[in-house]
């Protein structure tokens, strides 16, 4: 049995501007860092083993801060990094659906079917988390912390609920919300989607 506790990372400077990130990096605004200490706080009572995070700096400033309080190492790992949005990268979220709303649209309604023009291959992008994936079930780890990314988590849950990658963002997981999968007899089992429990005093 595995319980696989997954957490997107803290605010970031560019999450406060709306601007879509995908691989370019900032780092964690002043809120962020009390959302992570906040998720520390959480966490602290179901002993993880371990903490694999991005080696984004909006995740694994996350990461820090929460090992930091759990009292464990940061473990990085490439595959955990943000999909790759390519040219729409640095541009406004909200200015992007103005002025290719039809293009966004169908990405967010179906991103397999409707890939943005120069983003990273949906096919690689899912090669390597399900790698991630198939190492972390390998493992002797039984409680694994996960600090990434939306997209990156997102496909997490996707792939070990066999919902497919078609759904990418039909799942939604704010700054710090917490996800909690349990793996068992070769099974998934969704126990908490984007809990936010502890943020409920800011």
Same mark, same amino acid.
């Given at each position: 049995?595995?319980?696989? +506790?997954?957490? %997107?990372?803290?605010? =970031?400077? +560019?999450?406060?501007?709306? !601007?879509?990130?995908?691989?370019?990096? =900032?780092?964690?605004?002043?809120?962020?860092?009390?959302?992570? %200490?906040? =998720?520390?706080?959480?966490?602290?009572?179901?002993? !993880?083993?371990i903490i694999y995070s991005s080696p984004q700096r909006r995740a694994y400033k996350t990461a820090l801060t929460v090992g930091d309080v759990l009292g464990l190492e940061v473990v990085v790992d490439e595959r955990l990094r943000e999909m790759s949005f390519g040219d729409y990268e640095g541009r406004h979220f909200w200015t992007l659906m103005e002025q290719e709303g039809v293009l966004m649209r169908a990405w967010l309604s179906n991103p397999l079917k409707n890939p943005l023009p120069t983003q990273e291959s949906m096919q690689s992008f899912k090669e390597r988390v399900e790698d991630f994936l198939k190492d972390v079930l390998s493992s002797s780890h039984e409680r694994i912390l996960i600090v990434a990314h939306g997209g990156t988590l997102h496909a997490i849950v996707c792939l070990a609920l066999g919902l497919g990658l078609e759904n990418l963002w039909n799942i939604h997981m704010d700054n710090t919300g917490i996800t909690h999968l349990l793996y068992n007899s070769g099974r998934f089992?969704?126990?908490?989607?984007?809990?936010?429990?502890h943020l409920a005093g800011l």
């Amino acid at each position: 049995m595995k319980h696989l +506790y997954l957490l %997107r990372h803290a605010q =970031s400077e +560019y999450n406060e501007k709306g !601007i879509f990130q995908g691989r370019l990096d =900032s780092d964690l605004t002043p809120l962020g860092f009390v959302q992570a %200490r906040l =998720s520390a706080q959480e966490l602290l009572d179901k002993n !993880i083993d371990i903490i694999y995070s991005s080696p984004q700096r909006r995740a694994y400033k996350t990461a820090l801060t929460v090992g930091d309080v759990l009292g464990l190492e940061v473990v990085v790992d490439e595959r955990l990094r943000e999909m790759s949005f390519g040219d729409y990268e640095g541009r406004h979220f909200w200015t992007l659906m103005e002025q290719e709303g039809v293009l966004m649209r169908a990405w967010l309604s179906n991103p397999l079917k409707n890939p943005l023009p120069t983003q990273e291959s949906m096919q690689s992008f899912k090669e390597r988390v399900e790698d991630f994936l198939k190492d972390v079930l390998s493992s002797s780890h039984e409680r694994i912390l996960i600090v990434a990314h939306g997209g990156t988590l997102h496909a997490i849950v996707c792939l070990a609920l066999g919902l497919g990658l078609e759904n990418l963002w039909n799942i939604h997981m704010d700054n710090t919300g917490i996800t909690h999968l349990l793996y068992n007899s070769g099974r998934f089992e969704l126990k908490a989607l984007n809990r936010l429990c502890h943020l409920a005093g800011l």
